[in-house]
């Protein structure tokens, strides 16, 4: 059995806090014969002009929302992808959806919201009233932990070769949305839209690492009650996840689930949450605030590829945890760690510091939403193992 070691990171990181300034709005959106979209719109004495390219490709053709019970909620998954937009260099990730009114929704940048009235207001030239909402870093410490299942394992022997660049990686995750979560949203719409500016976001992250990954979401599995892996990882008389229990009771969740089909496809699996997750301290007490969960360098392994993802109210808090918790899945440890913290043989991320901000260390400034050299290191060095066959693909001229 291979021994497991379980990083706990405390650090200063940054949460996105509305501070309650909005804006009432009402954007143009013009589309080129290319298929790019133009958005202008003036907010908080700023003018803002977003170049919007599609960014369906991030969920599968054959994306399904399900429940337990196998039922396949009806979503025209051609209409949901073809609302999919991003302006990668402004860092926006948008839900458009023009039948009738426009309807704008998601992340404009790191700053602000868009999202349409509640009222049924249209301007002059047809466009329904938007809201910008504006949002600030707030630091905040919090935890995130890491299970190191790979620590005295020795990967010499495994090596097949090193990571071409020129090859592609395509990785599939397939989501767990617990009851907890889901219920939040008062419809399936409302949640499609959040799973898909927050994945559309997510990619947007994952191109820092420039080592051509393509992220693909093959659906959701609807939790409508608390099935026993979740019941029995609870703290007795506390609805908090115990962060050692929710990770074991997945794996073997998961392994007593491997013959059903998007759970063998699946590259990663995410639970999806909305409770808190703690761990207990050195006096017995429950420690809460971890915002996420991941078994180090597991992706593509049949009961260890998982994940856990507090979720936030803001989509691009959580699409920083996902991308975050994919980055250990892909054998990246903390800016500032090495040695027993990282995979064995791999370089290690000691070189980099955590207060240089970047999405591994503080998340937090100008390199908030990007991948430090050392995390593309110790990706590149796990996809180079024999372990990450699943993800490899001969890239084709589809350009991301």
């Not at 806090?17 to 133009?38: A, H, M």
């Not at 009222?119 to 809201?131: D, I, L, T």
């Amino acid at each position: 059995m291979l021994a497991c070691l379980t990083i706990l990171l405390f650090c200063t990181s940054v949460l996105a806090i509305s501070n309650g300034r909005i804006e009432v709005i009402y954007p143009s959106l013009e589309t080129s014969r290319f298929g790019i979209k133009i958005m202008k719109f003036r907010a908080f004495d700023q003018d803002i002009i977003l170049k919007l390219e599609p960014a369906g490709d991030v969920i599968s053709d054959d994306f399904t929302v399900m429940d337990e019970e196998g039922k396949i909620e009806p979503i025209d998954v051609e209409s949901f992808k073809g609302k999919l937009f991003r302006d990668q260099e402004k860092g926006a990730a948008l839900y458009i959806d023009e039948n009738e009114f426009i309807e704008i929704e998601g992340i404009i940048n790191f700053k602000l919201r868009i999202e349409p009235s509640e009222s049924q207001k249209v301007g002059k030239y047809g466009m329904k009233e938007h809201v910008i909402t504006e949002t600030f870093d707030e630091k905040k410490r919090f935890k995130d932990t890491v299970n190191n299942l790979n620590s005295q394992r020795s990967f010499l022997e495994d090596i097949g070769r090193e990571f071409d660049e020129n090859q592609c990686v395509e990785i599939e995750y397939y989501f767990l949305g617990e009851k907890n979560f889901t219920e939040g949203f008062p419809d399936l719409n409302k949640f499609k839209i959040y799973i898909g500016s927050v994945f559309v976001q997510t990619q947007t992250m994952m191109d820092t690492l420039k080592l051509k990954i393509k992220i693909r979401a093959l659906g959701v599995l609807m939790l409508k009650s608390d099935p026993p892996f979740i019941t029995k990882s609870l703290f007795v008389g506390e609805d908090v996840f115990n962060m050692e229990r929710i990770v074991k009771n997945m794996e073997k969740y998961l392994c007593e689930n491997k013959k059903i089909e998007k759970f063998q496809r699946a590259d990663i699996i995410m639970l999806l949450t909305g409770r808190q997750i703690g761990i207990f301290d050195s006096k017995g007490t429950i420690l809460v605030g971890i915002l996420g969960v991941a078994n180090l360098g597991s992706a593509c392994a049949q009961c260890a590829k998982l994940a856990i993802v507090k979720c936030d109210d803001d989509k691009r808090e959580t699409a920083v945890t996902l991308a975050h918790e994919s980055a250990h899945l892909l054998g990246s440890p903390h800016d500032g760690e090495g040695g027993h913290l990282s995979l064995p043989g791999s370089p290690g991320s000691t070189k980099c510091v955590a207060s240089d901000g970047f999405i591994m260390g503080d998340s937090i400034g100008e390199n908030k939403e990007k991948f430090s050299t050392c995390s593309v290191e110790n990706i590149k060095y796990f996809l180079g193992q024999k372990d990450a066959h699943c993800l490899i693909e001969e890239c084709t001229d589809t350009v991301l």
